[in-house]
């Protein structure tokens, strides 16, 4: 069982350049959602999709792009790093984001450590 | 604007002995909420859940009480084991505040260590 894969596991940038995280989910999931963790501020949404095709904003979206072409996939763009965007990176999914059963546990993935010099 | 908070960062209790992680919400309109353990490298994993019309659900050594009108929860852990260290983060579901549509809102986590 992959569940939510995620690369790569580590990187390190320059300020101003760009990078493409990739996640993806093999458990057929609608939604896909991306968080960043950093010391003593827990887990903040940046962005997340509610099915292919769509994205939308979460708390934390300014220097972050996404896509969701595939229902699979869900990718996350810096466009021109910056140091304060140095954070482990996680990727999540699941059947909803409401109702019972348990359908709205988010899965995540094992997080992509970035380093903006 | 903390809607989940832990407000202990850190927590060490002797192996057999009870653990008791606690988190307070502010946005009545949290209506199910869960517990997710971190190992250091890993992500996120979900522990257990409650929605807001029961008080109390139990997985094994682990059980989670919700107090509704205190809008507090709290993670009972018994008895605690060495591989219970970790980092337990608190997350709650609904309409967040300012957000206008539902996510899932995370505290800033707790680090338990189990002393043997």
């Known amino acids: 069982n992959a569940g939510v894969t995620q690369t790569p596991k580590f990187r390190v940038l320059k300020t101003g350049q760009s990078m493409t995280l990739l996640c993806a989910q093999d458990m057929n999931h609608e939604y896909m959602y991306w968080y960043r963790q950093d010391p003593g501020m827990g887990l903040r949404l940046i962005h997340y999709s509610v099915g292919e095709g769509t994205t939308a904003k979460g708390e934390v979206p300014d220097g972050y792009n996404v896509s969701r072409l595939k229902k699979q996939n869900f990718l996350l763009g810096l466009e021109s790093a910056a140091p304060s965007q140095t954070s482990v990176y996680f990727c999540a999914s699941s059947y909803s984001i409401r109702g019972p059963g348990g359908k709205n546990i988010q899965y995540f993935g094992a997080g992509t450590r970035l380093s903006v010099l | 604007d903390q809607q989940v908070k832990q407000n202990s960062p850190s927590l060490s209790v002797q192996e057999g002995r009870i653990s008791i992680l606690n988190c307070d919400y502010t946005?009545?309109?949290?209506?199910?909420f869960l517990w997710y353990k971190k190992y250091p490298a890993e992500g996120p994993t979900f522990l257990i859940s409650?929605?807001?019309?029961?008080d109390k659900n139990e997985d094994g050594r682990f059980t989670v009480f919700l107090n509704k009108s205190a809008k507090h929860l709290s993670l009972h852990i018994v008895p605690s084991q060495p591989g219970d260290s970790a980092v337990y983060f608190c997350?709650?579901?609904?309409?967040?505040?300012?957000?206008?549509?539902?996510?899932?809102?995370f505290g800033k986590g707790t680090k338990l260590s189990v002393i043997p």
């Open positions: 946005n009545s309109m949290f209506d199910y």
């Open positions: 409650i929605s807001s019309i029961k």
């Open positions: 997350a709650a579901s609904g309409l967040r505040s300012g957000a206008g549509s539902y996510q899932l809102t």
